[in-house]
């Protein structure tokens, strides 16, 4: 059973850069690929960033490609998300999530263990 805790949400401009954490225990970090998702209100869960399990593979969805970086410390068993120039348009409650497979899905019904979310406002 993994536990995921997500940290580092809150308020910021549109323009400026927030950097979010997900914090794992209780299973082995580095045997599942982690992903990033967001829910804004009324809307469905749509997938952000995935990372493989050694870091070295990562995929985006095309509206945050080159403004947000998705990386992991294996050592700290930590996933985090770069959000940089974000927008009005991407405020939402983050989510990070362990997937089993080796590079993480797009899909979040591939994911097995999900955290609490993370508000995230972006100000115009």
């Known amino acids: 059973q993994v536990q995921l805790v997500e940290s580092g949400g809150g308020l910021v401009q549109a323009g400026g850069s927030l950097r979010l954490s997900c914090a794992a225990s209780g299973g082995t970090f580095s045997r599942y690929a982690m992903g990033w998702f967001r829910q804004a209100p009324g809307k469905e869960r749509e997938f952000v960033a995935a990372v493989s399990r050694s870091g070295g593979i990562r995929n985006y969805a095309d509206s945050v490609k080159g403004r947000f970086a998705v990386s992991r410390d294996n050592g700290k068993n930590t996933v985090y998300l770069q959000m940089n120039s974000p927008k009005p348009e991407d405020t939402a409650v983050y989510y990070c999530?362990?997937?089993?497979?080796?590079?993480?899905?797009?899909?979040?019904?591939?994911?097995?263990?999900w955290g609490q979310g993370t508000q995230v406002t972006v100000s115009a």
């Open positions: 999530a362990a997937d089993p497979a080796y590079s993480g899905s797009y899909y979040p019904n591939e994911y097995d263990y």
